[in-house]
């Protein structure tokens, strides 16, 4: 699969696992509808009606697309990873049990690693 080509900023959160700083991705407060997909890969991963406000800094979401996000234990050992199924590129991270929506999930999405496709 040929991959989208990156900046350095973009490679160094996607591929080695960084962040950007809170509050500064140009998703964190859109509210438009339409799809999330991954910056590396173009694979569709987060719907726009599953986005939320968590006050955190990053994109939130209570859901992802089925099949589309990966969850894998954090090298610090005490939160789990999310990355993308289909090219493993870093997404963020996920928390569950927080109470901030009813399904009580928040996928902390760096902007840096999604595009968005606003609906027609």
């Known amino acids: 699969m040929k991959y989208n080509e990156l900046t350095d900023f973009e490679k160094r959160v996607i591929l080695d696992k960084g962040t950007e700083a809170p509050f500064t991705g140009k998703y964190t407060d859109n509210k ?13 991963l987060f719907n726009s009606k599953d986005k939320f406000n968590s006050f955190s800094g990053w994109p939130s979401f209570d859901d992802a697309i089925e099949g589309a996000v990966k969850q894998i234990p954090d090298k610090d050992g005490r939160r789990v ?4 199924a289909s090219c493993g590129g870093h997404l963020g991270h996920v928390f569950i ?4 929506t009813e399904k009580s ?16």
Do not use: A, T
């Open 32 to 44: 438009e509808n339409g799809v999330y997909v991954c910056k590396q890969c173009n694979s569709s």
């Open 81 to 84: 990873e999310i990355v993308c």
């Open 97 to 100: 049990g927080e109470g901030m």
């Open 105 to 120: 999930v928040r996928h902390c999405v760096n902007s840096v690693s999604m595009d968005f496709v606003k609906s027609k």
